[in-house]
């Protein structure tokens, strides 16, 4: 006979012994599938709460991000609110008036000065070197003539 036809009727044979053995201790082929399942069902439970429990991590990361955005926004919001408060007052109409429409408040005049017509006044005319010469070489001159004297080299 073939050798793997000897492996099938081995391994079908061992399989019939170890039914024969399960019914002699009183399971039953319904009994062991219905374990089966049982164990199937519970496995199934077991990774679907471990699913969701990552799901929830998730979710309140999220949360707790969404509620930090919300904690800034409010704030800005109030800040808003506080500045609406102020720009709607008579203070700041005021100075607004006082600063942009050139009004004066009691006891002071306003001198208006036009600096486009007056010619009285003209600016220095500065001299540039003709000759360019970097920092270095004034550095260098300078400490030359101090330390011999003026001389030259």
Known sequence: ???????????????LRV??????????LGKVLLFVVLVG??????????????RARVSYAVLE??????????AESAKLEQDLEYYSSLEYRKRYAYDSLN????????YIIDGATRDDFSFEQ???DPVKRNDSKYWWDFTVNLVLGGLRI
């Open 19 to 28: 039914y024969e053995k399960l019914l002699e201790q009183g399971f039953s």
């Open 126 to 128: 500065v001299e540039v």
């Open 65 to 74: 991000t969404e509620n930090q955005r919300l904690l800034l926004a409010k």
């Open 41 to 54: 069902i519970v496995t199934g439970v077991g990774v679907n709460i471990s699913l969701n429990i990552s």
């Open 1 to 15: 006979m073939d050798i793997r036809r000897l492996e099938k009727i081995s391994i079908f044979r061992n399989s």
């Open 103 to 110: 009004l004066a408040r009691d006891g002071e005049e306003i």
